[in-house]
């Protein structure tokens, strides 16, 4: 049996992470053996390995984490059809239960709970040399992109909220022109360049003044950034003089989701796609945003996860990204670290870092 | 010119009410001139009774107030094609200004906020025994429901919510089971009519223990009511055992609404429709409620008003109502009043009464 090395984590035990080596998993006839070429980390991949959370699969002492992949196809079984060895592919993560929406393929929209996640809930993740996979979870990639399409799955994220967005809009006609982005992570800066993408004037809102990397997206995509830290959330709306009609709030901070909910104007919308898990008791004036929202016909939407529809609108989309400002992608991974000299997360705790990628394989 | 009787307000008169001949209106070639047989009366009558809002048509000194109509076709202008004497109508009541939506037909949801609506703001309302309008603006009614169709235009209110919260949820696989109406006046009485009508279980909720109206109501419809005087409302679903797929408020108390956010399950919506003007501070777990609507992909929406698709939807569920239940529509006028006899707004603050409505004319 051949071994590989990976990245292990007992789940719930904090610092239990772990390089070891691990069998190459067999593919049955029906499965695509990929190479790991790059692995994205994210506030997730952190807090498993804050033994937050995080579940191995059954009967398996350790989970292998990771969840933003890129690979290459390596060897496959014998009754896949339509994908061959040296294809580029990321893997979906979410795997369905037999729920109504997990039958329709809409596994981010599960009703019912018992889904897996690969790197997450259940099911190993990436971060290893190898991983097997049903070719129905996997998005081929064009060459263009192999230094950045390990960031297509939080660019999923991005994908289905303003898919949603513009789903749940369909209920009138709606030219909307101003969106208001809170939160510049990588989700954040992706709904941005999206939302710009699609045609809206963007105002991104983060409580800094100045990066690099994220001036370089704004000049490239005509986005106006605001600090929050100086303009408080809900006045920049009539600061800049904007209706605004799509606002998308993925800070992880309950304060600003709180101001967030008065943003939206007439016929707006508001996205919520941060996590926040803690008890955060705010004074609101309910009587006044029920009075705006029946008035005004908003809506207020959560939104979690993604399905493959989104990964291959995101393939699109970095294309098209690439197209309006070439290298901008490739600009947001500001930290690449080799896998065997991965120790621990402490590196995602740095804020000044976009996107860290892990360096795993070479094609 | 022939004169006739009508009631008139100075808007925001508190006491302006009275009864006055005024001359019966000339109709254009391209116009109908209706002759009124019944109102209907709401909270918005009693507050432009009470002088809080109205606005009267430009260089009229006052305002016929009435929104609620019910007609029979008098006259009919010499370019008016598809509508005869003898008809029965109920008007609309939103008139279009110049935005997008406006000129799709959806004035409900307008943008830029200069519509009229008759009655209410602008315009002349349907309290007087004639008025004139353009046909488009008026539904036709079949004669089996000329005791009941002076409530289309409430009714028209709970079809607009049911349709947008159809319309939000097409945006996954969707199959609702279970719905919660919180208000039991006649729209929400409406609201939880439609929704037995489309198929769900619906758990009707309000602060009272029995009325033999609303009973026969959720009699004839299988209604299930809890009173929440006794059951706080966040906990009904799980005393009962229920997913919420969609919660609907309109009990106009914002104390209610801020218990109402948290009632949908995953996939869930929550319509807001009642208006709450005042503030209302209220503390809220805010963290929680981003946490749970992100996780569980849910929506709360608004929405108010209605455009003529609506009080067509509700010309057919009216007929449905009745045959579910026959005459349950008409139990729900618990007063009748002649024009000739009435005073005052006073009547409505009668809160054991469900539809209050005057007799203006005979067909």
Redesign the interface.
């Known amino acids: 049996m051949e071994k590989m090395m990976a990245g292990t984590i007992v789940p719930e035990k904090k610092g239990s992470f772990e390089l070891k080596e691990v069998a190459v998993p067999e593919i049955n006839e029906d499965e695509v053996l990929v190479k790991v070429l790059k692995l994205g980390l994210d506030g997730t991949d952190r807090e498993i390995g804050e033994g937050l959370y995080g579940q191995a699969p059954e009967g398996q002492g350790y989970l292998i984490p990771g969840h933003e992949s890129l690979g290459v196809v390596e060897q496959v079984g014998k009754r896949v059809n339509g994908i061959s060895a040296g294809e580029l592919v990321v893997a979906t993560v979410r795997r369905p239960d037999d729920c109504?929406?997990c039958k329709?393929g809409?596994s981010?929209?599960?009703?019912k709970?018992d889904y897996k996640e690969r790197g997450i809930k259940g099911l190993d993740g990436y971060m290893a040399e190898y991983y097997k996979e049903r070719p129905e979870y996997l998005v081929r990639i064009p060459n263009g992109l192999s230094n950045v399409a390990m960031m297509l799955e939080p660019l999923s994220i991005a994908e289905k909220a303003v898919m949603?967005v513009f789903?749940?809009q369909?209920?009138?006609?709606w030219?909307p022109k101003t969106a208001m982005v809170l939160g510049t992570g990588t989700v954040g800066l992706f709904a941005a360049m999206l939302l710009r993408l699609r045609g809206l004037e963007v105002v991104s809102v983060d409580r800094t003044s100045s990066n690099p990397v994220k001036d370089r997206i704004y000049s490239g995509f005509g986005i106006t950034h605001v600090n929050s830290a100086e303009t408080p959330i809900a006045s920049i709306p009539e600061k800049l003089s904007k209706k605004i009609d799509v606002a998308v709030?993925l800070t992880g901070n309950?304060?600003a989701?709180?101001e967030a909910f008065s943003l939206p104007g007439?016929?707006g919308i508001l996205c919520?796609?941060?996590?926040?898990?803690?008890?955060?008791?705010?004074?609101?004036?309910?009587?006044?945003l029920?009075?705006?929202?029946?008035?005004?016909?908003?809506?207020?939407?959560?939104?979690?996860n993604s399905n493959i529809k989104h990964f291959l609108q995101g393939v699109e989309d970095m294309v098209a990204m690439e197209g309006k400002a070439s290298g901008v992608l490739e600009s947001m991974v500001t930290k690449r670290i080799k896998l065997a000299d991965f120790k621990d997360y402490s590196v995602l705790g740095d804020r000044s870092q976009i996107k860290v990628v892990l360096d795993i394989g070479s094609a």
């Open positions: 109504i929406n329709s809409e981010d929209m599960c009703v709970g949603e789903a749940v369909k209920r009138m006609i030219e709030e309950p304060a989701v709180a007439i016929n919520l796609l941060s996590v926040t898990g803690e008890s955060y008791m705010y004074n609101m004036d309910i009587g006044r029920n009075y705006d929202m029946v008035l005004g016909n908003k809506v207020v939407m959560g939104s979690v």
